[in-house]
């Protein structure tokens, strides 16, 4: 695919042929999105209407990400953190070389959120990194709402001292019998 | 020893002879591995510490690991379990009382053990069978440049490890994965399990031999031959326990047995690369098998100090790696005792896997790794009939064991379906009288209970792989 083309392309991605693919649910009609916003750089998003938990929904979310990237045939990816200007209350996770290396660390995979309570119009925000508790609304009132993420995949040696990255296949091993699709 | 016949030490030492009789003759030299142990490259500062960092070095910059050695690193290993609180997780890692407790269940070693073998994403999932069932919590990995081993695939790549010798392209992933582990680190060699596995192969465990011959110069000989296999002869030690000299030791053409094209250059021995069948390091005799390297090569040198030194390295396959550290015992046992975590060293293996790709997966099982010996002359002959590797049938339940935890972490591994703990495994089985139940839980007073007998219970790990 030319980059030209695939620029700004919405692209529905049905489940895979695979092992790991058969194990999941298959998820509804818009439920995941995967947009090719530049070149390896894609904005991935999880929509639903009945709230569960925001740890399934994120594991989902990382799930298909960790997809994508094989897809993709790629072997891992960096997570990009989605930080609104002044949302520093929560750490940007520091690179250390000397310290241990991971294949994943999913304290860090934090998406952005948005969601619509009782049916309204408008998306209500809500950002890991600004410090506020998790959506304080009662979760039966949610009636929409959206996981993004954006991710950057790559091929060969994985970066494991960046604390966002991800090894695609060891990800996608630990979450395969976690997760299913949100409606 | 192999109580040798006439005829076939004179053939031996005729053959050795001709190591120093004029070119053009049949030459055979002998070896006997006096020690073996990874091509981990210790850079550390010898008995020097620093916090709870143990010989920090250019190596591993905080030292070797330190996994459940002490109650933070516990906690912080415990907080990646999804079904555990932060109170539960507080009072494993600070268990009530301390080794001199004479209760083995409330002591550290075995609550921590027992913990530690179920940290899945759910509270059934045993852990060292079914690793990626469980978070990664990380594990210190080699910065340093320097390594040893062979260039395997031909390549200088940005990453490669430079030899101590300057040769660049370097593939020893193994040594970056598990370089820091504290087992296998230490300076002379001194890393417990290098120690422990050597003592085990010197008293008698397994013997390796090398037989190297050709029709040329010994020193300079293109179409020389290399022999590297079992022996079932033990290992002879001279007055000072050291490995003797010149004794004779029989080869086994088995299936750790392997016979490559070589070519000696300047007295340096160095192999084709092909695939390479000889034992793989043991300290238990469940572990004995074959370490398989797969497009492997063997250097052998004659140091400047009249010792000699061998080199093997290829591809291994992570799971008879993973199987290989893990299993001798169990997990639990072995991460407590030895300070290491076999989840952080299940996915380091996996992530700088970089051989033997496989197509149906789109994955490498293989990742490249180098062995180092200290060879000691030696006769080394044909056995008067071809024979097998002896087994000990006395030892079956452990290979049995052994091969069955071994081979539920594979299905598990290639179904992703995670697997019950087969009833022949050591994973969840008594240790000083202190099984594990499910969930992570230390069962005082079932299976066999060893501490009857007046041992230190609690405090140290007398587990027996049978």
């Known amino acids: ?183 | 020893m192999f109580n040798c016949t006439r005829k076939v030490c004179c053939i031996a030492v005729m053959a050795a002879a001709g190591a120093h009789t004029a070119a053009a003759a049949h030459w055979v030299k002998g070896y006997v591995v006096g020690f073996y142990e990874p091509a981990f490259r210790y850079g550390g500062r010898a008995d020097f510490s620093r916090g709870t960092e143990i010989e920090p070095g250019v190596d591993c910059p905080h030292g070797s690991t330190i996994h459940f050695a002490v109650p933070a690193q516990v906690a912080k290993s415990l907080l990646l379990v999804p079904w555990r609180t932060k109170e539960e997780v507080e009072a494993i890692a600070n268990p009530p009382a301390d080794g001199l407790n004479r209760d083995p269940a409330g002591v550290y070693f075995h609550t921590w053990r027992a913990a530690s073998a179920y940290r899945g994403y759910n509270r059934d999932i045993e852990t060292y069978i079914n690793p990626f069932a469980a978070e990664d919590p990380g594990q210190p990995e080699v910065t340093s440049r320097i390594g040893e081993g062979f260039n395997l695939d031909g390549k200088i790549k940005p990453g490669d490890f430079v030899s101590p010798d300057g040769e660049e392209g370097i593939d020893n992933e193994l040594y970056r994965a598990w370089g820091c582990d504290a087992p296998w680190r230490g300076a002379n060699s001194n890393g417990t399990l290098v120690l422990r596995s050597n003592d085990k192969m010197l008293e008698g465990l397994y013997t390796i031999v090398i037989r190297v011959s050709g029709n040329k110069d010994p020193m300079n000989d293109d179409e020389a031959t290399l022999e590297i296999g079992y022996s079932p002869d033990q290992i002879m030690k001279d007055a000072r326990g050291n490995v003797g000299s010149d004794y004779s030791y029989r080869i086994l053409q088995s299936e750790q047995y392997t016979k490559l094209k070589a070519r000696v250059k300047d007295g340096v021995v160095e192999t084709e690369q092909a695939d390479i069948h000889m034992p793989q390091i043991a300290w238990f005799y469940n572990q004995l098998r074959d370490a398989f390297f797969r497009e492997g090569k063997i250097r052998v040198i004659v140091n400047s100090d009249g010792t000699v030194a061998g080199l093997v390295g290829g591809y291994r396959d992570w799971r008879d790696l993973y199987a290989q550290n893990v299993y001798a015992q169990s997990g639990g046992v072995q991460g407590v005792r030895e300070h290491e975590d076999h989840v952080a060293l299940y996915y380091a293996l996996r992530r700088h896997a970089d051989g033997m790709l496989n197509t149906k997966t789109g994955r490498y099982d293989g990742i490249s790794c180098a062995y180092r010996m200290k060879l000691t002359p030696a006769f080394v002959v044909d056995p008067d009939k071809p024979m097998a590797i002896p087994s000990r049938e006395s030892e079956a339940r452990g290979k049995e064991g052994y091969d069955a935890t071994m081979a539920a972490m594979i299905k598990a591994a290639e179904t992703l379906v995670p697997q019950e703990v087969p009833p022949a495994s050591r994973e969840l089985a008594a240790t000083d009288g202190i099984e594990i139940g499910p969930g992570g839980v230390p069962i005082r007073g079932r299976g066999r209970k060893r501490a009857a007998d007046g041992k230190a219970q609690g405090s140290s790990a007398h587990s027996d792989p049978q």
């Open chain 1, 1 to 183: 695919m030319k980059p030209g083309i695939a620029l700004g392309m919405v692209v529905w991605f049905c489940l895979a042929a695979g092992a790991a693919d058969e194990m999941v649910p298959p998820a509804g009609s818009g439920v995941f999105t995967a947009k090719q916003v530049r070149p390896g750089t894609f904005k991935l998003v999880v929509a639903g209407h009945q709230f569960t938990s925001r740890g399934e929904i994120e594991k989902y979310l990382a799930y298909r990400a960790a997809r994508l990237t094989i897809e993709q045939g790629a072997n891992w990816f960096t997570f990009k953190e989605d930080r609104a200007k002044g949302e520093s209350a929560v750490p940007v996770p520091a690179r250390d070389p000397e310290g241990p290396r991971y294949s994943f660390r999913m304290k860090y995979f934090r998406p952005g959120w948005r969601y619509k309570v009782n049916g309204s119009p408008t998306w209500t925000r809500w950002s890991p990194f600004s410090g506020a508790a998790f959506i304080s609304a009662d979760p039966k009132t949610i009636t929409d709402f959206e996981v993004s993420a954006e991710i950057v995949v790559h091929k060969g040696p994985m970066d494991d001292a960046d604390p966002l990255a991800y090894e695609a296949y060891a990800l996608s091993d630990l979450l395969v019998n976690q997760v299913s699709p949100p409606k």
